[in-house]
C-alpha cells in the first residue's frame, strides 16, 4: 500500500517564495537568487514528503506564479503580446521572466501589455492565470521546467510522479479568443500531451499524474465525449512503462461513474472527503489491474482528520486491493498552510485539532500504520489520539449558541415588513435627495495608518495612543466627506487590518495562527481565521467607531460590517457540522452587531457580502440548495431591525445573471455593486428580473488611478435609469477606497456629487 500525494504548498512555511518573488520583481535580487530559493523549497517538501514515506513524490506542483499558467508555457499557448523579442525582431524562448509579464501585465498606459485575465480555481480561494487559445491554434512543448524538476527530484533520490492538469480540464479552464469551439483543439493538444508523456517516459519515470477536476461538475456529452477521447488516445500512444493516474477532486465524480470507469488509466484517484459512496461505486468497477487512489485526507482544510474512523472505513478494501490502494489526500495541498511546526502561540486545545500539510503527509503514514502494521501499542496510541481529540472538541461545544439556533423561526429570517413599506419609513426619516450618494466603506489606508498599527502591534504605540490616532483619522475622513458633500457618509474602516479577520477577532469559536498563509496567486497569501467551535460574539465590535464617527456629523454614516458568508468563505470552517449552520451561527453573530448599531442611533448599516458567489458549489444541481441557505444566514444577519433602518449590502464581482433571484432574495434595502466596467450592461439582469429594491450601481472602477469626469458619471447614470427606475438608484464608486490615494479619492468623489446635482435637475 502507497502513501501518494497530489501536490504541496509551494509559498514556503516562512513565505520564502512570496518575498523572494517580490524582492525579484522590485529588481532587488537576481534571477539566479530567486531560482536558488524556488530550488530550496521544492528540495525541502520532497525531502518532508519522503520522509513521511510518500513514494511517489508529485512533481510539476511548484511553480513560481501559477502552476496552470506553467502548463500554458509548457504547451506553448503563452499568447504573443507576453513574449519576449530579441534585436532581430525574434521572439525568444519563454522564462520565468516571460510568465512573470503573462501574469502581471508589463508597462503603463499607452505601452502598458495586459496581463491574462485571471481568475478563481474551480470552487476554491486560488486563482488561475486563464490561457487565451485562438482557433487553430498549435501546441508544442516549449517549456522545459517540469522536466528539469523531474531531473532535480531524482537526483535528489526520489521518484519523482509529474503532476499536470489534464487536456480537458486544460481546454475547460481556458479562454476561447474570437468564435470557435475550444473542443476542436483538443486532438492538436492530446499531441503535445503525447509527446510530454514520452518524455517523462525517456526519464525514467514510471508514473504520471493527469489532474480532471472538471470530472466533478456536470459536463455535456461533448464535453464526457473530450474525456473518452483524450484518456484512451493517450492509452493508446503512450509508452507501456508508463502509468496513468487519473485524479479528480473538489467534488464527487460519482455522476459521472460510467464515464469514468470505462477509461483506459492504470490509476484513477477519488476526492472521498467530498463523498465516500464513492469508494464502493468505483471499486467495484476497477478492473483487475488498476490501481485506487483514496484521496481521505482533506487537502481542502486545517483539521486533524479521523484517522481511526477513515481506517476502519478502508479496511474491506485494503484487504481487497492491498498494494492497489493508494492512501493519499483528497486534492492538492496547495489550499493548506505548510506547516503547524512554527506556530507557538496557539492554545492546547486548538493546537491538537490542527494538521496542515506537513502533518497531514504523518496523519496518511498512520493511516497506513492502522491498516497495515502489526504493532498493536502504537495503532492503540494512534485511535486513542483520535477518540480523545473529538471529545474535547464535544466537550467545548457552546449550549448557548446551539439553543439560540433551534429556537429560530422563520420571522428571524424576515424584515417585519415588504419593502414597499420600509423604504417609505426609511425615506421619511432619512430625508434624502434622489440618487443619494454615497462610498462603499474603505477611505484609504494610507501608509500614515498602518504605520500605526504596525507600532500598536509591536508595543510601540500604546492602545490608547493608537485609539486616539485613529479618532483623528476617522473624523479627518468624516470632514473630507462633508466638504465634499456627499450624502450617506461612512468611517472610513482605518481601524481594520482586514474585513474577515477584523470581526473573527471578536468572535468566540475563531481562532488564528501566526503563519498560516495560503496562497491566492502569485505572491499573494491570505491568513483565513479558523472557525473551530460554536460562534458567538465576545462584545460589540464596530459600536464605538460608528457611534464615534455618527457624533461628527448631522449626516447618516453607516454601519459596516461583514456578512456571515463572507466571513464563512475566507475562514477555514470546521467540518463537524454543516456549513449552513456554520452560517447561521455567524450570521446571529452579527445579527446582535446590527441590534446594538440600531440601538445606538445608526439608521444605516450595510453588511457586506463580496464573497456571496463564491460558496457555488461547481455543479449547478446544487446551487439552489446553497443560494437557500447562503440568502437565508444573510436575511438571519439583517432583519432584526425596525422598517425604518436601512439595510445595504455590497458585492463587488460582476455576474449577476444565475444569481439574480438569489440577490433580490436577500432583500437588502440598497445593493451596491461593480458596474463600471460594463457600462452598465450588468443592470440588464436587474432591469430584466425588475429588481425591486434600491441599487447603487459603481460609477467608477476603483481598480484604476483614473478620475471619471462628471460627463462620464452622468452618461453611466443615465444609461442606468434607463433600465432602473430612476428613484431606486443611489451614486457610489464600484468597491471601497482603501486601495487609493487621497488625491485621487477627493477630485473623483467631487465628481460623484457634482454628477448627482445634474442628474437630480434631469430627472
Ligand atoms: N466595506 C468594504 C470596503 O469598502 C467592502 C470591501 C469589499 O466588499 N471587498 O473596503
Ligand atoms: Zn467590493
Redesign the pocket.
Known amino acids: 500500500m502507497k502513501i501518494t500525494n497530489l501536490g504541496f504548498p509551494r509559498i514556503g512555511s516562512q513565505r520564502e517564495l512570496k518575498f523572494a518573488l517580490e524582492q525579484y520583481w522590485r529588481g532587488e535580487i537576481s534571477q539566479e537568487a530567486l531560482v536558488a530559493v524556488g530550488n530550496t523549497l521544492k528540495a525541502r517538501h520532497w525531502q518532508w514528503q519522503a520522509e513521511a514515506g510518500v513514494e511517489l513524490i508529485p512533481v510539476g506542483d511548484f511553480a513560481y506564479y501559477d502552476h496552470v499558467l506553467d502548463l500554458t508555457a509548457t504547451l506553448n499557448a503563452i499568447p504573443k503580446r507576453h513574449r519576449a523579442v530579441d534585436d532581430l525582431g525574434n521572439i525568444k524562448p519563454i522564462d520565468l521572466d516571460t510568465l512573470f509579464t503573462a501574469a502581471r501585465g508589463k508597462g503603463h498606459s499607452a505601452q502598458q501589455v495586459c496581463a491574462a485575465k485571471m481568475t478563481k480555481f474551480f470552487n476554491t480561494n486560488y486563482h488561475y492565470q486563464v490561457a487565451e487559445l485562438h482557433e487553430g491554434q498549435t501546441f508544442s512543448i516549449a517549456y522545459e521546467q517540469i522536466f528539469d524538476d523531474v531531473t532535480q527530484a531524482q537526483q535528489l533520490g526520489h521518484t519523482p510522479k509529474p503532476v499536470l492538469l489534464g487536456p480537458v480540464t486544460f481546454l475547460h479552464l481556458s479562454t476561447a479568443v474570437g468564435d470557435f469551439d475550444k473542443l476542436s483543439l483538443l486532438t492538436p493538444l492530446l499531441t503535445v500531451y503525447q509527446q510530454i508523456l514520452q518524455r517523462f517516459a525517456e526519464q525514467g519515470v514510471t508514473w504520471v499524474q493527469l489532474d480532471e477536476p472538471v470530472l466533478a461538475a456536470e459536463l455535456s456529452p461533448q464535453w464526457q465525449q473530450a474525456i473518452t477521447q483524450s484518456y484512451t488516445n493517450l492509452a493508446d500512444n503512450k509508452p507501456a512503462e508508463l502509468n496513468i493516474l487519473l485524479a479528480s477532486y473538489y467534488g464527487s465524480i460519482a455522476h459521472h461513474h460510467s464515464l469514468v470507469s470505462q477509461l483506459p488509466v492504470q490509476g484513477l484517484h477519488l476526492d472521498l472527503v467530498s463523498d465516500s459512496s464513492q469508494l464502493d461505486l468505483f471499486s467495484n468497477s476497477l478492473t483487475a489491474e488498476q490501481v485506487l487512489s483514496a484521496g481521505v485526507i482533506n487537502g481542502r482544510n486545517v483539521w486533524a482528520a479521523d484517522i481511526d474512523l477513515i481506517a476502519q472505513q478502508l479496511k474491506p478494501l485494503a484487504d481487497k486491493l492491498a498494494d492497489r490502494l493508494w492512501l493519499a489526500p483528497s486534492c492538492s495541498l496547495l489550499h493548506t498552510p505548510v506547516s503547524l511546526d512554527s506556530e507557538t502561540q496557539l492554545s492546547a486545545s486548538l493546537y491538537e485539532q490542527l494538521a496542515f500539510a506537513k502533518q497531514k503527509l504523518t496523519e496518511l503514514q498512520d493511516l497506513k500504520g492502522l491498516l497495515t502494521s502489526n504493532d498493536h501499542s502504537t495503532k492503540q496510541q494512534i485511535i486513542n489520539r483520535c477518540q480523545t481529540r473529538r471529545s474535547n472538541k464535544a466537550a467545548n461545544a457552546d449550549k448557548h449558541v446551539a439553543t439560540r439556533l433551534t429556537k429560530l423561526t422563520p420571522d428571524s429570517f424576515q424584515r417585519q415588513s415588504c419593502f414597499e413599506q420600509r423604504i417609505s419609513a426609511q425615506h421619511q426619516k432619512l430625508n434624502l435627495p434622489l440618487l443619494p450618494t454615497t462610498?462603499?466603506?474603505?477611505?484609504p489606508q494610507t501608509a500614515a495608518i498602518r504605520g500605526l498599527r504596525k507600532r500598536w502591534r509591536t508595543g510601540d504605540l500604546s492602545s490608547q495612543e493608537y485609539q486616539r490616532q485613529l479618532e483623528q483619522v476617522t473624523k479627518d475622513t468624516i470632514e473630507r466627506q462633508l466638504k465634499i458633500g456627499l450624502d450617506v457618509l461612512?468611517h472610513g474602516?482605518a481601524e481594520?487590518n482586514d474585513?474577515v479577520e477584523y470581526f473573527a477577532q471578536d468572535l468566540n469559536g475563531v481562532g488564528f495562527t501566526d503563519f498560516g498563509w495560503v496562497q491566492s496567486y502569485g505572491s499573494r497569501c491570505v491568513k483565513p481565521p479558523l472557525i473551530f467551535g460554536d460562534v458567538s460574539r465576545e462584545k460589540p465590535m464596530t459600536v464605538e467607531w460608528a457611534c464615534y464617527a455618527q457624533s461628527l456629523t448631522e449626516k447618516p454614516v453607516k454601519g459596516?460590517l461583514?456578512g456571515p458568508v463572507?466571513i464563512l468563505h475566507w475562514s477555514f470552517a470546521r467540518e463537524d457540522i454543516p456549513r449552513e449552520q456554520i452560517a447561521n451561527q455567524i450570521a446571529l453573530a452579527i445579527r446582535d452587531e446590527v441590534a446594538d448599531l440600531e440601538q445606538a442611533g445608526i439608521s444605516i448599516i450595510?453588511i457586506?457580502?463580496?464573497?456571496f458567489r463564491e460558496g457555488l458549489p461547481i455543479k449547478q444541481s446544487q446551487w439552489q440548495h446553497y443560494f437557500d441557505w447562503a440568502v437565508a444566514a444573510f436575511k438571519l444577519s439583517a432583519s432584526v431591525v425596525q422598517d425604518n433602518t436601512q439595510i445595504h449590502t455590497?458585492?463587488?464581482y460582476s455576474e449577476f445573471n444565475d444569481s439574480i433571484t438569489a440577490i433580490a432574495a436577500m432583500d437588502a434595502d440598497v445593493i451596491t455593486i461593480e458596474t463600471s466596467r460594463s457600462q452598465m450592461t450588468l443592470l440588464d439582469t436587474f432591469e430584466y428580473f425588475q429588481y425591486p429594491n434600491d441599487i447603487g450601481p459603481g460609477v467608477y472602477d476603483i481598480h484604476s488611478p483614473n478620475i471619471p469626469s462628471v460627463d462620464d458619471i452622468v452618461t453611466l447614470m443615465t444609461r442606468a435609469a434607463e433600465k432602473i427606475p430612476v428613484k431606486q438608484l443611489w451614486i457610489n464608486p464600484d468597491?471601497?477606497?482603501?486601495t487609493r490615494t487621497w488625491d485621487e479619492v477627493e477630485p473623483a468623489l467631487k465628481n460623484v456629487v457634482e454628477a448627482a446635482k445634474v442628474l437630480r435637475r434631469q430627472y
Open positions: 462610498t462603499i466603506g474603505s477611505f461612512v474602516e481594520r474585513m459596516m461583514t463572507t450595510q457586506d457580502e463580496p464573497a455590497h458585492m463587488c468597491c471601497g477606497l482603501k
